[in-house]
């Protein structure tokens, strides 16, 4: 039977389910909408980054956060509705398109977690 799900975006293992709306993978416990997964226009399409509601976002725009994002070798947390200003769209590793002034400094986002201002 072949592999359906897609890797983990966050680990890369493959040992992953789907549960109502979203991806989830069991080894580092990381949860990710089904339909970022399956309409995945940023890598594959004509390079355009859509927000978590295919907006197409561009260079300048603000974005707001659409969950609570735990920063990567941190115990802080980015909270949903942190609004974020003056955006530049990259080519990130690991789907990190998005480039931005947060308020605990500068980040790379996925573009999957926001929705256009």
Same mark, same amino acid.
């Not at 493959?14 to 909408?33: L, Q």
């Not at 907006?55 to 509705?81: C, E, Q, R």
């Not at 200003?85 to 500068?106: A, Q």
């Given at each position: 039977?072949?592999?359906?799900?897609?890797?983990?975006?966050?680990?890369?293992?493959?040992?992953?389910?789907?549960?109502?709306?979203?991806?989830?993978?069991?080894?580092?416990?990381?949860?990710?909408?089904?339909?970022?997964?399956?309409?995945?226009?940023?890598?594959?399409?004509?390079?355009?980054?859509? !927000?978590? =509601?295919?907006?197409?976002?561009? +260079? %300048?725009?603000?974005?707001?956060?659409?969950?609570? &994002? *735990?920063?990567?070798?941190?115990?802080?947390?980015?909270?949903?509705?942190?609004?974020?200003?003056?955006?530049?769209?990259? !080519?990130? =590793?690991?789907?990190?398109?998005? +480039? %931005?002034?947060?308020?605990?400094?500068?980040?790379? &986002? *996925?573009?999957?977690?926001?929705?256009?201002?």
């Amino acid at each position: 039977m072949p592999h359906t799900t897609p890797a983990c975006p966050q680990c890369g293992l493959e040992n992953t389910y789907p549960d109502g709306s979203n991806f989830v993978c069991p080894d580092c416990a990381f949860e990710w909408p089904q339909a970022a997964a399956t309409g995945d226009e940023e890598a594959a399409g004509d390079g355009t980054v859509k !927000d978590a =509601h295919g907006n197409p976002l561009a +260079d %300048g725009d603000s974005v707001i956060l659409i969950k609570d &994002l *735990k920063v990567k070798g941190s115990s802080t947390v980015l909270k949903k509705g942190s609004k974020i200003k003056g955006i530049r769209l990259v !080519d990130g =590793h690991d789907g990190h398109n998005v +480039d %931005g002034k947060t308020e605990l400094g500068p980040m790379l &986002l *996925k573009s999957e977690f926001l929705k256009k201002a």
